[in-house]
């Protein structure tokens, strides 16, 4: 895998909703804190000149020279202005090695180190969190003087691009360090390290007086050490975020971390003096990760996951119970359903409670009751239980029962996906079931998976004779315009909710989770039930292929298109271990289809990515990574190994590497869901046995367990 | 008074570091916290046509019409995109009429007010402060359809710029408002106003479907009101600033207002409970401010007050103490010395608790004792007690005993003010003490006194026999530098302390104070030690004039710049009502001094403005205003009228409207020290008796005492 190195990528703590998002040149990473986008900051790593004693050389991740004295000294008499002495390294000087927990940078003899352990998300209502929970990620800057004649300086720092407060030098005893107000701040607590602010780096380097490095009109704060000739010395620093107050709206909460933490400087001290057991839990979780991966996958792997955990946030509620949200990347959406199911497999592998707790706080809030209509007809039927495609937007909560997102009169984007989210708590909460053994859980929402199949059998048709096992109804929510599935930026052949081929056989896929579900509560009944309905609609899609093998994407609705994720769902039974034997004909029949829109190369771009939609330049990476391990683990395909090449080149795309992990790629063009957390489907590449969520503890908590032994 | 009405102005609560900022054209304004420049969102003002319903004009304060649905929905799917609707009025339609508490627009049948009362900031300490310190200001949207056969819609409105936080519709019972995550909102109690999100106003405006409303993702919020054909009707809004947890580093504070107020919604609630007082308030004031000024200084004044406003910022202590600080414009530096003694005749009219609560804190954490030298001589001799420039900036404190900006080695701009910063304190003590006749403060600060007294003469020379009252030595901690005033971005003939004709003008009012205060603490020898100086001051400025009568810049060092504020300094003891008949000479010299640079036209720009120096470009408006008044009270000469033109046209200059009050004007274009708090110097022009201070007292606390009597 030869590409550019030069994309963002998120190094985050979890759960803090914060990132130090570096890699793009240019002043486009830095320390965001509830951010849409990177910080668009310049972040300063750098070395001095082996041979020319204060001349320096950075990563390029910063802007041009800036000297803001003439806003205040408008006829130029200051004397502060000084000379630029740092050049950016050549690219071809330039090394990086990232993966999920460290991502590395070499130049010259500069390495510099980002680490952010992949690590699980304790349950803080049964086990200590502090330390997993700490708001902060773990920098190294090595410098290699043993060849060097002079004494060379290396250092850190940034720029903040926060509006409301200044830059600052830390004043708490122990700590050197640099910081914006009172939210983010890089410290080391090594004393051979003296911090500064300025307009320029080179006023922090070179001061002509050390008197004057606190200069608290300084825009930028540095961090630097110095390393004598014939020395090698590693320095380590902490990157700390910190939200206080109330931090987000409808539901008043305040960030779990609280707990222990009263300002950043508190955060910098524990991270910095546990930092040697993060370091050996990143670099323990990185080698599990790269084993058995071809580097294009473990690439999208790490990336991935980066970028979901820059989108974590735990919140405590005034009650004192913990509130897990995944922010939706770009959109800041707060745990999205559709991503919630999608990223379960890794969550489940992380942090089961935190699925719990996303399912808990859907059937508490975020859940409705409707009728449902047929189209065209005014009259409603009774329809049951829903749940919203979101829970509110930016650290703003939805009211209960309404998301963020859905409209109603509409037919497209942004319209109601009431029967989608329903199917989405349904494989979630099996998923749930399947990882954890939960029976406890399972009991107290015996009534909610009742309602959830008397529901989804009502969206179906009102009459029990006339169902077919999919989404005929549409929610009266919509006010006479349609349900729409999650694929709701695709064309109709992936939008539609009606009669779509891909949520038929997601429909089909909850049923027979449903049926595992009351296996699991004694309820043979309902069990059954729920199989009748996943019968008809296995029967359903079976019967709509066409002679050539295609199924249609809306079935019997003259939809032609034709579509990859029509297999998506088999993953679920899969996943779970559900019996689907009797459902060989259907297994047959996506198989065929599969086969025939990737044989026919209509589901496939010029550059050999894969297409999901043949009418739609829109493409989605999470969706193809779920794809690709349903066609290679239940279909026995083989790796698309060249569609793997062209993946990893869409993210790295000049045009999307700013973005970090992107998902919705239109002909390889990062177009929406940027900065996106929904990539970590990719993890179950890591599973080889018929247990996945097995798998992905084993991997997920396994460097954990293993330091912990 | 012909000019642009296109200016931003601040209209601000008191003390929350809050403007609402509107004016300029564009999306220049908008809800700004703790900024240092406006915060550029779009702000939506109008009114649906009289004719053509479903068509509305604005005021022309937003931007582009948007629709980031291509955001979510690249291949335009969606069906959210609604025609444009709105227009700008022509601005030949809108009037504006500005006054320092009300900042009215009309335009066609809509009138848009601005309220935001100028009032006392009473002491927390002491009396009941909520109502002032309620951080919101008020709006109301009057529609005349009297005339109209249709009814028309209203709408007021924001597109939030916070990057933290989307846009949310309030949900607290009674209030319909619409908000940026848990900072900034608009809102009414009118229950016949609706509110909505959106990406483009005319959704909200004529919403396909009302249940629509709450769309989550839209990036502005509208309030919409009705007004059926034949009524005229005034809604009333709040604009509410909410700032949660620890404000500032440093010292740890939060702000005052906390102690009421636990969310924007309680905010929003107490001040529209509360709306017509404050209007009541406001419209007082406003009458007041407006007898016996020409338009020019009125325009001037108001808009002085409003920067002042926009920068205050009322802390609480970890102790509970309250901590006044006015941040520095653009700059943010808080509490700057220079700006406090010069706002100190406004804000002693307005508050006098606040400028004790900054000299104290001044005292307690903003002191030093350094020791002094002669310029180019390496051996120190004794020094004494000094004050720092400021108290920190954006937020952050500085570190006790030092400022942010003050930096060693420099001989210009940013280097140290010890000597002047001392001579502020001072002066800012006596006319504390002459404004509250507080004789405990003043028995409480004996040693302080004193020990000024001392680091005066100390910084003069050495041996006593040698003195002239002015400063001769440089600051220890300038290390090797010389110390400047606090003119700091002009020419040496304002730049450098030492022999200083402005600084020396401003030695002998010090010293004078100094007297004054001995006298009211019955210390006739400390007050005779100061009188002393004060002759060695007069004595020497009055010998440096030249034959024309010009007195040079900096006395006996061979810089002929000739100087308007030589004669600010006569503001003090004119204030204060010091006798200076001994000083007759120096009144006398100064005057000639002043007739010389005025009539000459060496100290005029070519438009009529006044010039500060010779041999500078840069001028500043606050001192400007403040050497007028010196000017006509003092030394008896007419108002200059044509100068008062020229300096309005500086402001409302198409470049520097943007940044509502500015200081620094290079050749009339606002260069630094813009967004900025210090105009209120031009209170003084309010004045006409012979105690300032009372006459000021009467107008800015006198609306207060009239609406409660």
Known sequence: MKSSIFYNAH??????????????????????????????????????????????????????????????????????????????????????????????????????????????????????????????????????????????????????????????????????????????????????????????????????????????????????ATVEPGEKRTFQFAIGFFRDGVATSGIPTQYLYRRWFDQVEEVLIHALTHADKTIALAESFDRALAQDMTPERHFMLAHAIRSYFGSTQLLEREDGRPLWVVHEGEYRMMN????????????????????????????????????????????????????????????????????????????????????????????????????????????????????????????????????????????????????????????????????????????????????????????????????????RASETITNSADQDAFLPAVIGEGVDARIIPAIEALVYPFVIGIETEPFHELNRTLTRHFKAVMDSGICRFGDGGWRLSSTSRNSWLSKIYLCQFVAERILKEAPDVHADKAHVQWLLDPENAYYAWSDQMLEGKAVGSRYYPRGVTAALWKSHSVDPLQDLTKLLAGAMTELNA
């Open 336 to 535: 999205t359903f559709d991503l919630t199911v999608d990223q379960a497999f890794f969550e489940l592998g992380l942090s089961p409670w935190t699925v719990r707790n996303v399912l808990d706080l859907y059937v508490e809030r975020y859940s409705y009751q409707d009728r449902v209509r047929f189209p065209g007809n005014p009259n409603s039927q009774p329809g049951g239980i829903a749940f919203t495609h979101d829970m509110g937007v930016a650290n703003n909560f939805s009211r209960p029962g309404y998301s963020g997102y859905e409209q109603a009169g509409l037919h497209g984007c942004f319209s109601y996906m009431s029967g989608e989210e329903l199917m989405n708590w349904v494989l979630t909460a099996g998923l749930y079931l399947k990882r954890t053994g939960d029976q406890n859980w399972a009991e107290s929402h015996r009534n909610t998976f009742l309602a959830c199949l008397q529901s989804l059998e009502n969206r179906d048709h009102p009459e029990p004779a006339k169902r077919n096992g999919l989404i005929g109804l549409d929610a009266d929510r919509c006010l006479g315009g349609a349900e729409i599935t999650t694929y709701d930026s695709l064309d109709a052949s992936l939008g539609q909710a009606r009669n779509n081929l891909y949520l038929g056989v997601k429909a089909w896929a909850a049923y027979l989770v449903l049926g595992y579900l009351f296996d699991n509560l004694s309820d043979p009944e309902a069990a059954n039930r729920a199989r009748v309905q996943a019968h």
């Open 11 to 224: 190094h985050s703590p979890v759960g803090a909703f914060a990132s130090f998002t570096l890699g793009f040149r240019g002043p486009k990473g830095g320390l965001g804190l509830e951010l849409d986008g990177p910080a668009n900051e310049s972040v300063y790593i750098g070395i001095e000149d082996r041979e020319e004693s204060g001349q320096f050389h950075a990563l390029p991740f910063y802007g041009g020279a800036e000297n803001a004295a003439h806003d205040f000294d408008s006829e130029h008499l200051s004397e502060l202005a000084v000379a630029q002495a740092i050049l950016p390294f050549a690219e071809e000087e330039i090394e990086r090695r990232m993966s999920a927990s460290i991502d590395e940078w070499r130049a010259g003899d500069l390495t510099f180190r980002l680490i952010s352990p992949v690590r699980s998300v304790p349950d803080p209502e049964q086990e200590d969190a502090k330390g997993a929970l700490t708001p902060a990620v773990l920098a190294e800057l090595t410098i290699d003087n043993r060849s060097g004649k002079l004494p060379r300086r290396a250092f850190l720092g940034y720029k903040g691009s926060e509006r409301s407060a200044g830059m600052r030098i830390l004043d708490q005893l122990g700590l050197i360090g640099v910081g914006q107000g009172t939210s983010t701040a890089i410290a080391t607590m090594d004393s051979d390290v003296y911090a500064g602010l300025a307009w320029q780096p080179e006023s922090i380097l070179s001061p002509h007086l050390h008197e004057n490095l606190s200069f608290m009109l300084g825009s930028l704060g540095l961090l630097v």
